[in-house]
Antibody, heavy 119, light 108 residues
Framework: EVQLVESGGGLVKPGGSLRLSCAAS????????VNWVRQAPGKGLEWVAS?????FYIQYGDSVKGRFTISRDNSVSLQMNSLRVEDTAVYFC???????????????WGQGTMVTVSS | SYVLTQPPSVSVAPGKTARITCGEDNIAAKSVHWYQQKAGRAPVLVVYDDSDRPSVIPERFSGSNSGNTATLTISRVEAGDEADYYC???????????FGGGTKLTVL
């Protein structure tokens, strides 16, 4: 089955770090731009970060800029530093639908991984 | 920055038509995408580029975009359509993705 699988979530104290990973099953992740999107408990979707196919074009949402780093090799990772209570959320990775153009809709999402920041 | 405004909730009877709006100044100049998210599940793309539909999405789902409002229309609503719906655009001025606040669709 074509799918994305996130891993690496867990409980961390404020100020701590965590690294999330997004892996692909039954397709080549390297052909697609990938995004991270999060959803705090009971809240809406918030875009976090984006990385292009070659890894050269990277963007971050304002709330995580300077603290989170997105990167890719065979999978796509999200290094989260200086974590805050307000970073508590389910983190989804999502694939953009085109292998050619950028800024396309997200046509495949993972099931999400929970990150809890609490003392 | 770009802010997409959605109504918090929409209610509709089974078999009727639901319309969920997404508003911003001159949103017609953007490509709007729509996602359905059922409770406890990941979002699913239901409409992209204003009005295109992934092959697995029923024809009952359609989209339009004009002036300051984009609209997701669900015809012949079924109980299984009950979910949260989010609009999304790419803000090319800031190179950032923006989601609307989401609309909870309730099937009466």
């Amino acid at each position: 089955e074509v799918q994305l699988v996130e891993s690496g979530g867990g409980l961390v104290k404020p100020g701590g770090s965590l690294r999330l990973s997004c892996a692909a099953s039954q397709f080549s992740l390297g052909k697609y731009a990938v995004n991270w999107v999060r959803q705090a408990p009971g809240k809406g979707l918030e875009w976090v970060a984006s990385i292009s196919t070659n890894g050269f074009y990277i963007q971050y949402g304002d709330s995580v800029k300077g603290r989170f780093t997105i990167s890719r090799d065979n999978s796509v990772s999200l290094q989260m530093n200086s974590l805050r209570v307000e970073d508590t959320a389910v983190y989804f990775c999502a694939r953009e639908r085109s292998t050619v153009t950028i800024a396309e809709a997200f046509d495949l999402w993972g099931q999400g991984t929970m990150v809890t920041v609490s003392s | 920055s770009y802010v997409l405004t959605q109504p918090p909730s929409v209610s509709v009877a089974p078999g009727k038509t639901a319309r969920i709006t997404c508003g911003e100044d001159n949103i017609a100049a953007k490509s709007v995408h729509w996602y359905q998210q059922k409770a406890g599940r990941a979002p699913v793309l239901v409409v992209y580029d204003d009005s295109d539909r992934p092959s697995v999405i029923p024809e009952r789902f359609s989209g339009s975009n004009s002036g300051n409002t984009a609209t997701l229309t669900i015809s012949r609503v079924e109980a299984g359509d009950e979910a949260d719906y989010y609009c999304q655009v790419w803000d090319s001025e800031t190179d950032l993705w923006v989601f609307g606040g989401g609309t909870k669709l309730t099937v009466l």
